[in-house]
């Protein structure tokens, strides 16, 4: 998943949190920084698996990243979030991540 966002001041940026919704693991990107993670493997690629399940119903909720750290990482004019996702060998043969909300303080 990658998101185009645009920032026409990043110095007016005070805080920076990353909400997530993720099957069993993710990791998350700002410009190609990775600025969170969650169950993910320690060489991601598009074959590995997370490292732990999650149940269906913490799947469906939303959790918060503060990635407030990174607000050097943003640009004026266009950046870009993405994430990729990560299932266990036990989950469905598909992930699923929804990291499309940065949240500005």
Do not use: H, Y
């Not at 920076?16 to 690629?45: C, H, K, Y």
């Amino acid at each position: 998943v990658r998101v185009p966002f645009t920032v026409d001041d990043p110095s007016q940026i005070i805080g920076l949190t990353l909400r997530a919704q993720f099957q069993d693991g993710f990791i998350a990107f700002l410009n190609g920084m990775e600025v969170a993670a969650s169950n993910a493997p320690a060489a991601a690629n598009w074959k590995a698996a997370a490292t732990a399940p999650r149940t269906k119903t913490a799947a469906t909720n939303f959790v918060n990243f503060d990635v407030t750290d990174f607000r050097g990482s943003l640009l004026v004019g266009t950046n870009v979030l993405a994430a990729g996702a990560f299932a266990t060998a036990s989950s469905v043969t598909t992930a699923a991540a929804s990291a499309s909300r940065l949240v500005k303080t």
